[in-house]
């Protein structure tokens, strides 16, 4: 009677203890997101009570005739492709100085992280401040003529815009991953093959950076799921312009949903966004978990 | 140390230094334009301004009507981490030592929307929020606030509890405490280390958010991104003004930052290394 009595009793503390997260969740991400499989399969322009279900039209719209979706993407990918790599590599190269025994080691990382704890909104205005009239400034002074480059005004120079300032932004934060994995790494590895005779490089290439891969998992994962959501830098440096050649996919389900008011065909969208984002995050570390060595 | 490996250092030493200034270079030019009247942010920014202006700071702060804005940052930002911690670590921590299939699979339900993009169901989110009666105000953004960042505080916080030994409960139970203290006067504190993380990564999310507050919140500049982004618009080519709102809506964060520099950087990186 008592151990009964007691089961109730342990359940009743149980979800005292998770029932609030559990219901939070449900209504903030998940049912969201399973109404979304719903409104993908309708035609709403998210106000009216009027929500036809319309089947495949969304997606076949999408795959044949959407060519902002197609060209946003391929912005996406380029733009993912060149941050991930610009920001992983710079900041795993301050990450190997900034570990070296420097009396000035922790102001220059906190120096780095500075712009991490920015809000992305701010950060893209500072820098159209900077692409504008910082720039304008410095070529009268200098007359130097990239600085009277329309950086934000033409589609090749407002690309690499968008680049440098969301490495800028970033590569702090990456810098801090690898500072954390290279102390994990132990010294007498480096110094075994110091002795040996391998040089700086070598001793690089074959013994730290192997050993980093986990750090370099993360750091992946990371800054592919964030290049691939780019928004907000977007949103206040370039509003996606000059014409729609920095307009990212998340800004272009954006503007579908809350510009052009066509909420079903924006869920539509995002479902096909998350099914890419998912599959490429999937592969990424599938493959470098396969490469990590222990020490 | 050869000669040769002294001087090696001490150039890239010199060249980190340089490379740091250049790096900060966009927030002094920010700075120091703040205290130029418009008149001399018009002709010139790179050189110091040639005597100190304080009016653009009275200005924005009245104008942006900041201390009300203040406010409701930090209280929205304070009330949603609270709550994401208090219920994240109940949750985490029930669910870490709870071993049955019902608590994995809740376990898997409360970290799954960790793999969910945001834009993959905030259209839905915000239909979902109107019907409840969450938009446009403080209190409803707060509660959503909470849902959005537990999934990331149970996963983190569950993670922890694995390594605190089981001996502590296991005594306090028979000393006949009751579940509720045991947690709140027990394991809350040996929590603090991944407390804090939560608490960091969370402070920092919510304080710069833009994207959840704006759908939310319709248009209003209730919370200090807003209100900026607003302005940015309003003053476009007033950049005296412009800048003095990012320096006024940016200050906060970087004072928290630089008081808790250790902390932040090493909640950060832990949150995302678990993560």
């Known amino acids: 009677m008592n151990v009964v009595k007691n089961k109730w009793k342990d359940r009743a503390v149980f979800l005292s203890f998770v029932a609030p997260v559990i219901i939070l969740i449900l209504i903030t991400a998940e049912i969201p997101f399973l109404m979304s499989l719903y409104y993908s399969f309708t035609k709403w322009n998210g106000i009216s009570k009027n929500i036809t279900f319309i089947g495949f039209e969304n997606f076949i719209e999408l795959f044949t005739q959407d060519k902002d979706a197609l060209k946003s993407f391929l912005f996406t990918i380029q733009f993912s492709i060149v941050n991930i790599i610009g920001t992983n590599v710079l900041a795993l190269i301050l990450a190997v100085f900034l570990t070296k025994k420097f009396k000035l080691n922790n102001m220059l990382r906190a120096a780095f992280f500075v712009p991490y704890i920015v809000s992305l909104v701010i950060i893209g205005f500072i820098w159209k401040f900077i692409f504008s009239s910082a720039f304008t400034s410095m070529f009268n002074a200098t007359h130097w003529d990239f600085f009277n480059w329309s950086w934000l005004g033409t589609p090749n120079l407002a690309f690499v815009s968008v680049i440098l300032v969301s490495i800028w932004q970033s590569v702090g934060f990456y810098m801090m991953i690898y500072i954390t994995g290279l102390q994990a790494i132990p010294n007498d590895l480096n110094e075994a093959a110091g002795i040996d005779g391998a040089n700086a490089f070598q001793r690089f290439f074959k013994i730290t950076l192997p050993l980093l891969i986990p750090s370099v998992t993360v750091a992946l994962f990371m800054s592919i799921s964030n290049s691939l959501k780019i928004f907000d830098i977007i949103f206040t440096l370039t509003f996606g312009g000059p014409g729609k050649s920095t307009t990212s996919t998340t800004m272009d389900i954006y503007n579908e949903a809350f510009v052009n008011n066509r909420f079903g065909y924006a869920t539509a969208k995002s479902l096909v966004f998350v099914i890419i984002i998912l599959i490429i995050t999937f592969i990424q570390v599938k493959f470098f978990k396969s490469k990590e060595v222990e020490a | ?67 009300k804005l203040f406010a409701n940052t930090f209280v929205l930002t304070l009330a949603s981490v609270v709550g994401i911690v208090l219920f994240g670590s109940m949750a985490g921590y029930k669910l870490s030592r709870t071993k049955t299939k019902t608590s994995a ?119 200090l991104q807003l209100a900026a982004y607003k302005f940015f618009g309003q003053y476009k080519s007033e950049w005296n003004l412009a800048l003095t709102a990012v320096v006024l809506v940016t200050l906060p964060p970087i004072l928290f930052f630089l008081f808790m520099q250790r902390y932040i950087i090493e909640g950060m990186v832990s949150g995302a290394v678990k993560g």
């Open chain 2, 105 to 223: 699979f809740l376990f898997f339900l409360a970290i799954a929307p960790m793999m969910l993009p945001f834009q993959s169901f905030m259209v839905t989110l915000t239909k979902l929020a109107k019907d409840l009666h969450l938009i446009n105000h403080l209190s409803g953004l707060t509660m959503i606030y909470w849902g959005l960042g537990c999934p990331m505080a149970v996963f983190l916080i569950h993670g922890f509890v694995k390594s605190i030994p089981m001996e502590l409960e296991e005594c306090a139970y028979l000393d006949g405490c009751s579940p509720y203290r045991l947690f709140f006067s027990i394991i809350l504190p040996v929590m603090m280390p991944v407390i804090s993380t939560v608490i960091i990564l969370n402070v920092m999310w919510i304080w710069n958010d833009f994207l959840l507050p704006l759908i939310m919140l319709n248009g209003q500049e209730a919370t």
């Open chain 2, 1 to 67: 140390m050869t000669l040769a490996d002294k001087r090696n250092r001490l150039l890239i030493q010199v060249v980190l230094v340089l490379f740091a200034l250049a790096f900060l270079y966009p927030f002094f030019l920010v700075i120091i334009n703040t205290f130029k009247a418009y008149a001399e942010i018009v002709t010139d920014v790179v050189s110091f301004p040639k005597q100190l202006v304080f009016s653009n700071y009275t200005q924005v702060w009245n104008s942006m009507n900041y201390p």
